[in-house]
């Protein structure tokens, strides 16, 4: 009974607990995520929850700012703030961005883009470049909480900056093929270009409305092509122009034939071909480092991040679970620019762990040792009896298994076993006055129910 001045425990909207098991598995997707980057040169870095405001706002545009965290500053924060300061020339309050001016200096990170070009600006003495970094950290941000989207959320980013090879596109395919590979989920990854994008537009006679082209065109899915033709037409296509853009939007066909035609298509974008060949070359040495199991196919109405592309634009769902993007990335240019260091371009993905949890859940692709965090549990039945587990349970962690020994002496054998199966152990072994007296244990199979004697140096070999 929650007495009247008690507070019934919550957590803020968006957040979430994540239990053992939910854990277990979520551990899996991080480590096999850690294990494929680091096989292919990836170091970890960490970069702080909070950044300085200054680093992160106009970085995300006006939408993306709304979204921000800000972290009140600590301590008498109003103390140098004068009272005219907190309101206008009529005597009404600030809106909340002025007001968060004067008692906010730090934010939540939003992404770990921003705090990686900052890392990359702040110790670019200490690094060696071309530079290989991943970060599988939580981010923040202030939207509407609803399904599959949440105010607190892992990032499991791989990016490679100071260098322009196209050959780090191909690695990023083939580290996504390798860890879906690993996951037992079937992908396609979906590929394009920025700069074929830019060519599109450009031989259409609309260079000036790329932008809402390919918001348009990448909608594709959700409404359809009479809701994409409505939502160009609106935004001022001509007909004609509108008639031209029809048979790209409707391209189909294999990798090859797809570029065959664009590549035709564009013969008159400089910008366009450089894009068509830069993705023949990506397939090419994807091939030539071994293939992919993975299905590849170009798509030309992909053009997710399109203010921050430059280059090759990635995108991964799942073939057998309907769900949105479970992985993105591409080529960017600049990625320091905003903090006095030009020139600096980079590649990089990112895996979207919540969704992929999803996708393993609906698949049940959790390998069973994954959620196992106990191989044996010591059941007794008074101190006599635990006094002679003791030095087994020692052995037993020595050797590698994970064991435990129910730390209640001589607690009822119907709680101990009971402990045991909630816990999803699967052996148990059971010790009594004849074990003892014979240098023995009884092990007990929790799956089959199989139960049989064994001598305490033969435990280990049981097991194993």
């Not at 009974?1 to 425990?9: G, H, L, S, T």
């Not at 004067?102 to 990359?120: H, M």
């Not at 009594?432 to 014979?438: K, L, M, V, W």
């Not at 007990?444 to 129910?449: C, E, Q």
Request: some cysteine.
């Amino acid at each position: 009974m929650i007495m009247a001045n008690q507070v019934k425990p919550s957590i803020p909207k968006g957040t979430r607990d994540f239990g053992p098991i939910e854990m277990a598995k979520r551990n899996y997707i991080f480590n096999t995520i850690k294990e494929v980057y680091a096989l292919y040169g990836y170091q970890q870095i960490e970069t702080p929850s909070m950044e300085n405001l200054s680093t992160l706002m106009g970085k995300y545009g006006e939408e993306g700012d709304k979204l921000l965290f800000k972290i009140l500053d600590s301590g008498n924060f109003l103390a140098d703030v004068k009272g005219e300061e907190l309101v206008n020339e009529e005597g009404n309050p600030f809106g909340s961005a002025k007001l968060a001016a004067r008692i906010c200096e730090k934010g939540l990170r939003y992404d770990l883009t921003v705090p990686f070009a900052r890392f990359v600006t702040m110790h670019k003495e200490e690094l060696c470049f071309p530079f290989k970094r991943y970060q599988i950290q939580p981010v923040w941000r202030a939207d509407r909480p609803q399904k599959g989207r949440y105010r607190e959320f892992f990032q499991c980013d791989a990016d490679v900056v100071g260098s322009d090879s196209l050959l780090n596109e191909v690695e990023l395919i083939q580290i996504i093929d390798e860890v879906y590979r690993r996951f037992g989920v079937r992908v396609c990854i979906k590929m394009n270009n920025r700069k074929i994008l830019a060519g599109i537009a450009e031989v259409i006679g609309a260079p000036e409305l790329l932008v809402d082209i390919t918001v348009a065109i990448d909608k594709l899915d959700k409404i359809g092509l009479d809701g994409v033709n409505k939502e160009l037409t609106e935004k001022g296509l001509t007909a004609e122009q509108l008639d031209k853009l029809q048979p790209i939007i409707k391209l189909s066909g294999s990798n090859d034939e797809k570029l065959s035609t664009i590549k035709q298509t564009l013969s008159q974008s400089e910008i366009g071909v450089k894009g068509v060949e830069e993705l023949e070359w990506i397939l090419a040495n994807v091939i030539k480092l071994g293939g992919t199991e993975c299905q590849l196919d170009i798509d030309l109405t992909l053009a997710r991040g399109l203010n921050y592309y430059t280059g090759a634009i990635f995108e991964v769902k799942a073939l057998d679970v309907e769900m949105g993007s479970i992985n993105g990335g591409g080529r960017y240019d600049n990625l320091t620019g905003v903090f006095g260091m030009p020139g600096m371009s980079g590649v990089g993905i990112s895996f979207g762990a919540d969704r992929i949890y999803d996708v393993l859940n609906a698949l049940d692709l959790y390998p069973k040792e994954t959620l196992q965090t106990t191989q044996l549990l010591f059941v007794t039945f008074g101190q006599a009896e635990m006094d002679y587990a003791l030095p087994l349970l020692g052995q037993l962690r020595k050797a590698g298994i994970s064991a435990e020994i129910y730390p209640e002496a001589g607690a009822k054998m119907k709680k101990q076993m009971g402990y045991a199966n909630q816990k999803q152990i699967p052996y148990v072994a059971v010790i009594g006055g004849d074990e003892i007296a014979n240098g023995e244990v009884s092990l007990k199979n929790m799956i089959t129910g199989e139960q049989k004697k064994v001598k305490c140096n033969e435990i280990i070999s049981n097991l194993l």
